[in-house]
C-alpha cells in the first residue's frame, strides 16, 4: 500500500490567490514526521515545511502552512497569495520514526501552474 | 553553509565511457544520500552512507558505484551505463535521524546516456 498519498496530479489556481494542495499518509507508527518539498523545473528540491506528529499546532513557515489532521491521517500544504514562482512540483514526503534512508518517503507529487 | 553542492550539473555519456558524480556538504551532517529521479515521478532511494559507511543499498545495478571519501564527499561512479539510466541524480544529506528539517538537496544532475 501506498504510504504517501497526493490524489491531485495537476492543479491550477490564479496569482494571488490561495491554493490547498492534499496529502495523505499511512502509518503505524507514533513517532513520524511530515515535511512537504517543491521542486521547480531546475530540479532543486527545497524543503518548505515540517510537522511533527506529536505538534499541536499546525506549522506554518511565511506564506506556507500545514494543515494536519491527525485523526483523518492528513497534512495538507496550504500557500497563500500565490505567486508566479510557485509554479512548480509539490512533494509530501514521511519519516517514520526517528530514522531517515528506507524511512523516508515521497509521495508521487501535485504539479501546481499559477495563471497571471 | 546550509548547501549541498552538485557537480556536473549536467552530463552526457556514451554508453561504455565511466563518468563520476560529485556530492559535497559541509553542515556536520553524517548521512547522506543519492536518489535517481525519473520526470514526472518522486525520487527514489538508490544508496545510503551513514557516518560514512553504505548502510542501504536498494539493489542497484553494479554499474553505479558509491564512494564517501569523507564525511562532506559522496561520489557516485558510473560505468557502462544504459540510456534508461537517464535520469535527475539527486543527493541530499541529513542528521542520521531525528532532526527536523528533512534532508537538504542539491540541485542535481542531469544525466543523459547515449
Known amino acids: 500500500a501506498q504510504k504517501i498519498t497526493q490524489t491531485q496530479p495537476g492543479m491550477f489556481v490564479q496569482e494571488k490567490e490561495a491554493v490547498t494542495l492534499d496529502c495523505t499518509y499511512d502509518t503505524s507508527d507514533q513517532s513520524y514526521g511530515l515535511f512537504w518539498y517543491k521542486q521547480p523545473s531546475s530540479g532543486e528540491m527545497i524543503f518548505l515545511i515540517y510537522?511533527?506528529?506529536?505538534?499541536?499546532q499546525n506549522a506554518t513557515e511565511g506564506r506556507y502552512s500545514l494543515n494536519f489532521q491527525k485523526a483523518r491521517k492528513s497534512a495538507n500544504l496550504v500557500i497563500s497569495a500565490s505567486q508566479l514562482g510557485d509554479s512548480a512540483m509539490y512533494f509530501c514526503?514521511?519519516?517514520?520514526?526517528?530514522?531517515?534512508?528506507?524511512?523516508?518517503?515521497f509521495g508521487p507529487g501535485t504539479r501546481l501552474s499559477v495563471l497571471p | 553553509d546550509t548547501e549541498v553542492t552538485q557537480t556536473p550539473k549536467h552530463l552526457v555519456m556514451g554508453m561504455t565511457n565511466k563518468k563520476s558524480l560529485k556530492c559535497e556538504q559541509h553542515m556536520g551532517h553524517r548521512a547522506m544520500y543519492w536518489y535517481k529521479q525519473k520526470a514526472k515521478k518522486p525520487p527514489e532511494l538508490m544508496f545510503v552512507y551513514s557516518y560514512e559507511k553504505l548502510s542501504i543499498n536498494e539493489s542497484v545495478p553494479s554499474r553505479f558505484s558509491p564512494e564517501c571519501p569523507n564525511s562532506s564527499l559522496l561520489n557516485l561512479h558510473l560505468h557502462a551505463l544504459q540510456p534508461e539510466d537517464s535520469a535527475l541524480y539527486l543527493c541530499?544529506?541529513?542528521?542520521?535521524?531525528?532532526?527536523?528539517?528533512?534532508?537538504?538537496f542539491g540541485s542535481g544532475t542531469r544525466l543523459t546516456v547515449v
Open positions: 510537522q511533527g506528529s506529536y505538534d499541536e
Open positions: 541530499a544529506s541529513s542528521h542520521p535521524m531525528g532532526e527536523n528539517y528533512g534532508y537538504t
Open positions: 514526503a514521511m519519516r517514520e520514526g526517528d530514522n531517515y534512508g528506507q524511512n523516508f518517503v
